[in-house]
Every structure is written in structure tokens, then in C-alpha cells.
């Protein structure tokens, strides 16, 4: 698959999501094969562009809140950027504030 085209964001996506590599790409095949049929029925072919987005990001958003509701002060500009006023340790027992 090319670089920067929504079928290989689609396939990274999926990959994340369903935790196979093997079923990401029969999905994609199926979507394919179902985007080449419509254009030999005589459909036009449109190229929907590149999704943006991390699958990560989600996630990273769920675990910030747990922290806000935990108390901890955190500014959360991007899952890279993630900056706590207070420290925080984590252990067995779970999340200690300092």
C-alpha cells in the first residue's frame, strides 16, 4: 500500500483496533475489492484522502481523566506532552500523589 492514503491509515487503525495484521489486511482486501467492483460498474473513483488521527490518543484522553479524577493537575496538550504539577508515583498499591 502507499504512504499517505486513507486505505494505509485505515490498515493502521485496524491493526490497533483488532490486534492482527492478518485481519487488518482481509479488511482492507474486502474494501478493495468492493471499491473495484463499483468502478468497473461504472461508478466514478474517489480518493478519500488521508485520516488523521492516532488510535493512541483515545486512550491516552481516558487515562488523563482517570488522573483529573484522581485529583493530580495535569495540562495535556498531545499524548507526547503530558506535564503534572505534583509528582506521581506509581505502585503496586496504585497512584501516590506527592
Known amino acids: 500500500m502507499k504512504r499517505g492514503t486513507f486505505y494505509r491509515a485505515k490498515y493502521n487503525k485496524l491493526v490497533f483496533r483488532l490486534g492482527s495484521a492478518n485481519k487488518a489486511k482481509v479488511a482492507i482486501a474486502n474494501r478493495l475489492a468492493r471499491s473495484i467492483y463499483l468502478v468497473m460498474g461504472g461508478d466514478r473513483y474517489r480518493e478519500l484522502g488521508y485520516m488523521r488521527g492516532d488510535p493512541h ?3 491516552v484522553k481516558r487515562l488523563v481523566n482517570q488522573l483529573r479524577a484522581l485529583g493530580v493537575d495535569i495540562k495535556h496538550v498531545n499524548h507526547q506532552m503530558i ?3 505534583r ?5 503496586k ?3 501516590v500523589l506527592e
Do not use: D
Request: charge should be neutral.
Open 93 to 95: 498499591t496504585g497512584i
Open 87 to 91: 509528582k506521581i508515583t506509581v505502585e
Open 57 to 59: 490518543e483515545l486512550k
Open 83 to 85: 506535564v503534572a504539577n
